[in-house]
């Protein structure tokens, strides 16, 4: 009686795991995206200006508040290229209400405010960021400034932070790459 159990259950085993194996081969890799050619990228930006969020994007670039964030970049951008000090004057030590840029500040850069960002919040990488106060002069650089219709200010990356020939914060350098 186990014999013939045996027999049967054997067979069965085989195909249920041919069956499994047949499935997993007819599985389509998936296929690795190439980068996007000139008139693809252009093709996919027309789409996008023509969606709901490019045409709240493109309203917000030609109001005032967006004309406005252009400018106040304008003013650093030279500044941000050559990677040189920046003077700023912090005027406040929390951001915009429903802002989610990470550890941030405001600070005044050449008269225009702007959103200073060191990304998402971790505990003992900005402790001496935290002994700032309003109305400290620092001196910073910064790799990049940004924008986004959410915020009225532009939001500028904080690389380096110096106060009174302190450094008091030093970007860590990426791991694995540029």
């Known amino acids: 009686m186990k014999k013939l159990i045996y027999v049967l259950l054997l ?3 085989v195909v249920g795991g041919l069956v499994f194996a047949n499935r997993e081969i007819n599985k389509k890799p998936i296929a690795k995206r190439l980068p996007l050619t000139a008139a693809e ?7 996008w200006e023509v969606s709901p969020d490019g045409i709240m994007y493109k309203k917000w670039e030609a109001s005032s508040a967006g004309k406005k964030v252009y400018a106040s970049e304008a003013k650093i951008m030279k500044a941000v290229r050559n990677n040189t000090n920046m003077e700023a ?11 989610r840029v990470g550890f941030g500040m405001m600070v005044e850069i050449n008269d225009e405010d702007f959103i200073l960002s060191f990304g998402p919040l971790k505990s003992d ?6 002994s700032l106060k309003v109305n400290d002069k620092i001196l910073l650089k910064s790799h990049g400034v940004s924008h ?3 915020y009225e200010y532009p939001i500028v990356a904080g690389d380096y932070v110096e106060r009174d020939k ?3 914060y030093n970007r ?7």
């Not at 004057?89 to 802002?99: A, E, H, V």
């Not at 990488?125 to 935290?130: A, I, K």
């Open 41 to 47: 990228m252009k093709a996919a930006r027309k789409q």
């Open 11 to 13: 067979p069965l085993v």
């Open 89 to 99: 004057i912090i005027t406040s030590l929390s951001l915009p209400s429903g802002s």
């Open 125 to 130: 990488e900005f402790q001496q960021l935290h």
């Open 148 to 150: 986004a219709p959410k």
């Open 166 to 168: 302190k450094i008091i």
């Open 172 to 178: 860590p350098p990426r791991k694995g790459g540029c």
